[in-house]
C-alpha cells in the first residue's frame, strides 16, 4: 500500500495508546454498508481489505488504519425530472402553486422512495500513524478527506492532540527563493514543473509543465512578483513530489532505490507483500519528514 498523497499531521502530545487498545477503539465505529434509506456511512475497515479483520495492521512500531466512505448515487438529473412530475400533478389536484416548504417536502419523499433503489459507491482512505516520530500522515489529496478522518478518529479516541505543519519559513518563500536563484539544497532536485501565483488579491495565476524551469522566461514570471505556490521536486534520488504552500505532498513516487528494497524482499501471500510495503514505505516516510521540516526552517512550534 503506496501513499500516493501526504496530509501531514504533528502529534503535539505523545500517542500512548498500543494497536490492540487502538483497535478496541476503532471498532466502536467499524464501516458498516448503508442501510436501506441511508443515504452515506462512514466506519473504519481493515487496511488489508478482506483478507483481514484486523483495523489496525502495525508494523515496526507504526499503525496504519483505513476509513471507508459508501455513499448512495441519486442521478441530479433524474430526481428533479421525477420531482416536476409530483409537483406538478400535485399543484394539478389541488389548483394553485405549491409553497416552497411544500415542494422541499416532496423532494424529501421521494427521495426516501428512491434510496432502497440507488446505487451505491465506496472510497477508502488509508493513514498511519508514528507514535516514536510524533506524526498521522494521511494519503488523501484534498484537505477535507483528510481532516475527515481525523475527526472521525477524534470521535473513537476523544481527543487527537494533532496539528497541521507549521515551519520557521514560509514554504511560498523558500520555494521562490529556490526557482529565483536556481540553488536548493543538495539533496532537492527541481523537476519540471510548478504553478506560480500573484501575491495580491485574486492575483493571476501560470501553471507550467514539462517545463525547463531555469529559462528566463519563469525568471521574468517571479521577477514581476509572481511566488512559487507549487513546486515539483525529487529528494534524494529516493522521492519525487509536488510540494504546496501548505506543505502537502501530491503525486508522491517512491523512485528506483526504494523499489529495489521491495523487489529484494520475497514474499508469498499477499498479506506479507502488503507488510513488506509498509514497513518500507514507513521508514522511508520516517527519515523523510524531518527533512521536510529542515528545508523550510524548521517546525514552528509557537
Not at 499477499?270 to 513488506?276: G, L, R
Request: proline content about 5%.
Amino acid at each position: 500500500m503506496w501513499f500516493k498523497n501526504l496530509s501531514i499531521f504533528r502529534l503535539t502530545e505523545e500517542f500512548a495508546l498500543t494497536p490492540v487498545e487502538l483497535e478496541e477503539k476503532l471498532g466502536q465505529i467499524a464501516f458498516r454498508p448503508c442501510g436501506q434509506h441511508e443515504e452515506a456511512t462512514f466506519g473504519w475497515t481493515a487496511p488489508l481489505g478482506k483478507t483481514s479483520q484486523q483495523l489496525v495492521h502495525a508494523a515496526n512500531g507504526f499503525m496504519m488504519i483505513c476509513v471507508k466512505k459508501e455513499e448512495k448515487v441519486l442521478p441530479a438529473a433524474v430526481v428533479n425530472e421525477m420531482l416536476q412530475e409530483k409537483i406538478l400533478e400535485a399543484e394539478d389536484q389541488q389548483g394553485r402553486k405549491l409553497a416552497k416548504k411544500e415542494r422541499a417536502a416532496i423532494k424529501d419523499e421521494l427521495i426516501f422512495e428512491l434510496l432502497p433503489r440507488a446505487f451505491t459507491f465506496s472510497n477508502k482512505t488509508y493513514a498511519y500513524i508514528d507514535p516514536k516520530g510524533g506524526w498521522i500522515v494521511v494519503d488523501a489529496a484534498s484537505a477535507k478527506k483528510a481532516e475527515d478522518l481525523l475527526s472521525l478518529l477524534r470521535k473513537c479516541l476523544g481527543s487527537l492532540p494533532a496539528v497541521p505543519l507549521n515551519t520557521v519559513d514560509k514554504p511560498v518563500a523558500i520555494m521562490t527563493d529556490w526557482l529565483i536563484n536556481n540553488q536548493p539544497p543538495s539533496d532537492i532536485t527541481i523537476e519540471d514543473e510548478c504553478e506560480l501565483r500573484s501575491p495580491e488579491e485574486e492575483g493571476g495565476i501560470i501553471r507550467c509543465k514539462r517545463h525547463d524551469l531555469s529559462l528566463p522566461e519563469i525568471k521574468n514570471h517571479l521577477d514581476t512578483g509572481k511566488e512559487v505556490i507549487k513546486l515539483a521536486v525529487s529528494w534524494a534520488d529516493r522521492l519525487a513530489f509536488i510540494i504546496d504552500e501548505n506543505l502537502a505532498v501530491k503525486r508522491l513516487k517512491f523512485l528506483d532505490l526504494i523499489q529495489e528494497q521491495v523487489t529484494d524482499t520475497e514474499t508469498s501471500s499477499e498479506a506479507e507483500q502488503f507488510d513488506v510495503d509498509f514497513s518500507i514505505m514507513s521508514l522511508e516516510l520516517a527519515n523523510f519528514l524531518p527533512r521536510l521540516l529542515e528545508l523550510f526552517g524548521g517546525e514552528n512550534k509557537a
